[in-house]
T-cell receptor, first 116, second 113 residues
Framework: GAGVSQSPSNKVTEKGKDVELRCDPISGHTALYWYRQSLGQGLEFLIY????????KSGLPSDRFSAERTGGSVSTLTIQRTQQEDSAVYLCASSLTVVGISYEQYFGPGTRLTVT | GQNIDQPTEMTATEGAIVQINCTYQ??????LFWYQQHAGEAPTFLSY????GLEEKGRFSSFLSRSKGYSYLLLKELQMKDSASYLCAVKERRGSTLGRLYFGRGTQLTVWP
């Protein structure tokens, strides 16, 4: 079956430009997560959507970062006025959620963002 | 946030057994996950523990002690393809929500022939 997909796979942008990264989760998965990973580093949590609840935005590093999830499915992560330190791989993951049960997250292939 | 500690690097030889430890602190534990990540690829799920004890899955086993805030991933009969980063992640329960996953920095395992 189809897994988590992300687009674009690679994005090179100039400092100061805005970028949009897209994530298509696995159909039926109510939870969606965004992470970023710099070279040789662990996963840095950015934002978490769970059904119709207010998203957990506690990981967004600055107000230049925002994310939406439309119709409980596709999500877009937007970075405004990109900086060189934003260069990283941005990973999206989705999972099933049932109260009282934790399910594993399935990760997409990531978007490699390079800010020049 | 959570304090999740795991060794940065480990090395082992083919056919050997290696144990990767993970310690954590959380106010609302809701499960612990191990993921494997090969260089340049996305993490893939290995195991999940929510109750104390050992979960065995083929060559991989994972152990959890909630009272000690401790888990380990045990890899047996190591193969070259097991060279990867192994990520420990803790799920937190917050109020009525299921909570998010907190990842450690990962342990880079190198398997030598």
């Amino acid at each position: 079956g189809a897994g988590v997909s992300q687009s674009p796979s690679n994005k090179v942008t100039e400092k100061g430009k805005d970028v949009e990264l897209r994530c298509d989760p696995i159909s039926g998965h109510t939870a969606l997560y965004w992470y970023r990973q710099s070279l040789g580093q662990g996963l840095e949590f950015l934002i978490y959507f769970q059904g119709n609840s207010a998203p957990d935005k506690s990981g967004l590093p600055s107000d230049r970062f925002s994310a939406e999830r439309t119709g409980g499915s596709v999500s877009t992560l937007t970075i405004q006025r990109t900086q060189q330190e934003d260069s990283a791989v941005y990973l999206c993951a989705s999972s099933l959620t049932v109260v009282g049960i934790s399910y594993e997250q399935y990760f997409g292939p990531g978007t490699r963002l390079t800010v020049t | 946030g959570q304090n999740i500690d795991q060794p940065t690097e480990m090395t082992a030889t083919e056919g050997a057994i290696v144990q990767i430890n993970c310690t954590y602190q959380t106010s609302g534990f809701n499960g612990l996950f191990w993921y494997q990540q090969h260089a340049g690829e996305a993490p893939t799920f290995l195991s999940y523990n929510v109750l104390d004890g050992l979960e065995e899955k083929g060559r991989f086993s994972s152990f959890l002690s909630r009272s000690k805030g401790y888990s380990y991933l045990l890899l047996k009969e190591l193969q070259m393809k097991d060279s990867a980063s192994y990520l420990c992640a803790v799920k937190e329960r917050r109020g009525s929500t299921l909570g998010r996953l907190y990842f450690g920095r990962g342990t880079q395992l190198t398997v030598w022939p």
